[in-house]
């Protein structure tokens, strides 16, 4: 991407770009800052079956499931930059919503599922109103925009029919009520599938309220049927009961299922478990579970895991007031790091 830049840089017709091309190559930092002005200075200057063929090079590059989180929040900038350039580049914007929302970008994926709903509305784009909502009501709540989420959900029901369903309680942070909504759901569940996705719904807002003895006791119950993916989806939230409930040999067991942090098997963020965290998870309760053992300089090394795997991920969010969800979990990283400089 640095070499990129810096040929964009180099072939930009503009002077006051091409002046700063040796900048660039002494400061990576400048390269990254102008990537998009120099881009969209050459695009302008491309035929257009070159524009075309570039596209598809993009959309190839956001498809890739190994691209590094922080160099598809870059040419997520450009997206947006080109846009706001009155050029938005002629790529799908139900793609560019899902890689926005996958690198934890979360007001860029807010300003694409608003395109998307009201495209969807108006019979311009080919999409679910109903699960477009759902999309909203998640990001807004990301993004601790509650009193929005709330609005879209009751403009829904009164214009589009919409019942509400368990997962929205959930997304609306009504905890109590998602819980009892579930708990109704898995007893009347038909099918295994539903009823195992019930139960996680019903683990979810047990660990959402801090009720961790009947998290505890639902996860012991339903983990050995569970199927692989289940469990990876199960993990975190048992290992926060049993460790909550001082019950080590079965936390060990939870812990085992998570990714280790290992820095030649992690993925983009996105493609670990279900909640989105199970690297930064998994390095932090090993850490965990080997201060408990006595094991102090295995521990370090899972703890400066922890701190590497929960860089990438706050380095995808927006500003500082996107790191609220991670705080908590920064900060116990941070004391047990500070556990061994004692």
């Not at 050459?42 to 079956?49: D, F, I, K, P, R």
């Not at 500082?320 to 908590?328: M, P, R």
Request: charged letters at 25%.
């Amino acid at each position: 991407m640095r070499h990129f830049s810096i040929e964009l840089l180099k072939e930009s017709p503009s002077p006051a770009l091409r002046t700063c091309k040796k900048l660039a190559q002494l400061q990576p930092f400048v390269g990254r800052e102008l990537f998009a002005a120099g881009f969209v200075s050459c695009w302008s200057h491309l035929h257009e079956s070159s524009q075309r063929q570039l596209v598809r090079s993009l959309e190839m590059a956001f498809s890739s499931p190994n691209i590094p989180p922080e160099i598809l929040a870059t040419l997520l900038n450009l997206a947006e930059f080109m846009e706001h350039d009155e050029r938005p580049l002629p790529i799908d914007i139900r793609l560019l919503g899902a890689l926005a929302e996958k690198c934890r970008a979360f007001a860029k994926a807010l300003h694409y599922k608003e395109m998307e709903f009201e495209g969807a509305r108006s019979n311009r784009m080919e999409a679910n109103p109903v699960a477009v909502v759902e999309a909203l009501i998640h990001i807004n709540n990301q993004l601790h925009q509650h009193e929005a989420a709330v609005g879209i959900l009751t403009f829904a029901q009164q214009h589009l029919g919409v019942q509400l369903k368990e997962s929205w309680y959930e997304k609306l942070q009504r905890w109590d009520d998602a819980l009892k909504a579930y708990t109704a759901k898995a007893s009347q569940a038909s099918t295994p599938h539903l009823a195992l996705d019930a139960t996680l719904g019903r683990m979810r807002c047990l660990e959402a309220l801090a009720r961790w003895e009947e998290l505890n006791n639902l996860c012991k119950e339903y983990w050995t049927p569970a199927d692989a993916a289940a469990r990876l989806e199960m993990a975190p939230m048992a290992a926060s009961a049993a460790w909550n409930m001082g019950e080590w040999d079965q936390m060990s067991e939870y812990v085992s299922r998570l990714d280790d942090g290992d820095e030649t098997k992690l993925r983009v963020l996105g493609n670990t478990a279900a909640t989105g965290d199970g690297s930064s998870n998994g390095t932090f309760f090993r850490a965990v579970l080997l201060v408990r053992r006595k094991k102090y300089d295995e521990a370090r090394e899972y703890v400066e895991r922890a701190r590497k795997c929960l860089a990438t991920e706050l380095a995808a969010l927006v500003s500082f007031s996107h790191f609220f969800n991670h705080c908590f979990f920064e900060t116990q990283v941070a004391t047990l790091f500070n556990c061994f400089s004692v």
